[in-house]
């Protein structure tokens, strides 16, 4: 057994988590991006897309604007910068346990790389299984880690569902995500309340249909979770 598992107890996987949460996927972590000294290139860029939509960068609203969009990029694309080493590691455990897991409503804000407009949404992970789970507070931040980056909603669903697959070797993996691409809303006429879905399933998901079943009919159950 390596050393990143150990023993399972369930009281203690939270706990194991708060001490994590810091160092492996939080804001301590988000100064860790590529540098370019004080950003001034950054800034400089800012005021140029704001000149060329015809605005004023000198003034007064403006004069802070592209320090702040600087801030809030390094902010949204975050998940760049987080070790996924460092964000599971101590939180799996050898467990027999072989029933599927399944943790739902878990929110996400992404950039869509064409636009650079957000689209967010909910996500639904699930899997089964052999052997070893994951402490449930490490999901949402494995959604987070593939949502704060440039993205798109297919490949993002893909890579979290390949993540779980390659870290934990479950019997099988299954991920819905719905979201509302800002980019087709704020454009498109008549278009409010498009949502769009895209699922990835792996293993037993994709090769037994009954366990298909089962994970779907757990997402149309209503949540009865506090
Ligand atoms: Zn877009």
Known sequence: MSDDRSSFDPGMIDDLDDDLDEDAGGPARSDQG???????????????ILEEIGEDPSREGLEKTPARVRRMYRELTRGYHVD???????????????????VRGIEFYSLCEHHLLPFYGTAAVAYIPDGRVIGLSKIPRIVEMFARRL???????????????????????????????LCTVMRGVGKQGTVMTTSHVLGIFRSNEKTRAEFLAHLQRPPTGV
């Open 151 to 181: 993205q798109v909603q297919e490949r993002m669903t893909a890579q979290i569902a390949e993540f779980l697959m390659e870290r934990l070797h479950p019997q099988g993996v299954g991920v819905v995500m719905e979201a509302t691409h």
């Open 34 to 48: 590529p540098e370019d000294g004080d950003g001034a290139a950054f800034r400089a860029a800012v005021r140029h």
């Open 84 to 102: 996924p080493d460092r964000l599971i590691n101590n939180a799996l455990f050898d467990v027999a346990y072989s029933e599927m897991v399944v």
